[in-house]
């Protein structure tokens, strides 16, 4: 494994030097020279070039600078110009005049190469970047393209678009400007990751699955539209806290290139757009006909898309299982009416403070959506006990409700629930007014395998919350109930 690993890391002087000046002129490259009888033909054993040209190692981390016993301070990790962290670039171990930190004696270095490297597999990446700069030996291995299918960045004061750049750089060098290994890129919390960063990701990075940038209120349509376009293996899509995203398409050029036949479909499954408050219906109808393959769709606080949005949803996108549509205050009735399209293959719906949802919407998806597992309906408070009967009978494989805040739920809807619904786990009851003790004895009696039970804010009688942990022995109690213990 050794002499693959010095063959994966012999291309890695070229072009080192470029990158260090782009990140910052302040790195020392100091080369030594090389032995006499190296060879320099290119049959050469290609892992030698390392003694004579830098490679980069990166840091994502600042340190403050540390002083040595003689007074003078010795360059920190990083580099921090006015209180912004970013991103350095560093020689391989080894090309410095100072010892290695790590004695060739070390416990460590007596493992064989297929179990550091394992041990290598379980750190995160700006951990790797570190260990890339103790050894030649651990250069070589950090540096595998095995360790490097995800990348995750934090920090909202990280230079992520630098990072992105230095990384996809140094992980091209084998395969000149593109990079087969990365799948996962978190950049989640990267405040200051900008649409340049995705598109260095788009250019180098096509076999990408799976990417989250939740909260980089940088990055807008134009890059994300880049990413789904020359990724076309993304399955998963996280852009919640993303404003300026107000849709998911593709770029005109991809579009032109695609024959009839594939249409103009993008292959993602998992799709979370949680307040992205810009999205209309306009955004969504085009998300719905460019991503048919959607099993996951999160629009948590879009707050201005209305009914006719989810008709389009039912229409393109059938193998939706789980939607999400909390705090969207103009969802009513007609719009759970055309999420009841989707019919047996809904299995998580949460409507959450959806003020205009009655019992009327509820009616239509226990109907048409038999298979329902999880409903969240709190603050929904149009719901009566008749909605939730309705949905105990023709949904018995519920398995999570929440109908907290629902002022006209009482006793009636949870016998319907625990008569119909005997493998329930968790249920949310928090702040339901009208609830007494006979609810809570039914739900006892009925369903065994309860597992989290919420009466916080209700006025139910201590004796009934005992029943319930008598008979669902799994369960834990959420309450506001002093006499209860």
Known sequence: M???????CGSEGKGSSSISSDVSSSTDHTPTKAPKNVATSEDSDLSMRTLSTPSPALILKSSPPQTVPNGHETSSTSFTVTGETVALVHPPPGSRSRPSKVPPTALIDT?????????????????LCRCARVSRRWYNLA???????TIR?????????RALKVLTHRLCQDTPNVCLTLETLVASGCRRLSDRGLRVVAQCCPELRRLEVAGCYNVSNEAVFDVVSQCPNLEHLDVSGCPKVTCISLTEEASLQLTPLHGHQIG????????????????????AFHCPRLTHLYLRRCSRLTDEALRHLALHCTALRELSLSDCHLIGDFGLREVARLEGRLRYLSVAHCMRITDVGLRYVARYCPRLRYLNARGC??????????????????????VGRCPLVSDAGLEALARCCEGLRRLSLRGCESLTGR????????????????????????????????????????HTIPAFY
Do not use: F
């Open 2 to 8: 050794g002499a693959n690993n010095g063959k994966q």
């Open 111 to 127: 493992l064989p190469d297929p179990v550091l490297l394992q041990v290598l597999s379980y750190l995160c990446t700006p951990q």
């Open 143 to 149: 540096w595998d393209p095995r360790l490097w299918s």
């Open 153 to 161: 960045l934090t920090g909202e004061l990280l230079s992520a678009d």
């Open 268 to 287: 993602l499954q998992y799709l979370d757009m949680t307040d992205c408050v810009s999205l209309e219906d306009e955004g969504l109808r085009t998300i």
């Open 381 to 402: 408070e149009g719901l009566t006990d008749q909605g939730l009967s309705h949905l105990a009978r023709n949904c018995p494989r519920l398995r999570s409700v929440d």
């Open 439 to 478: 609810g809570l004895m039914a739900v006892a009696a009925g369903c065994p395998e309860l597992q989290l039970l919420n009466v916080q804010e209700c006025e139910v009688p201590p004796e009934a919350l005992r029943l319930v942990r008598q008979h669902c022995r799994r369960c834990v109690i959420e």
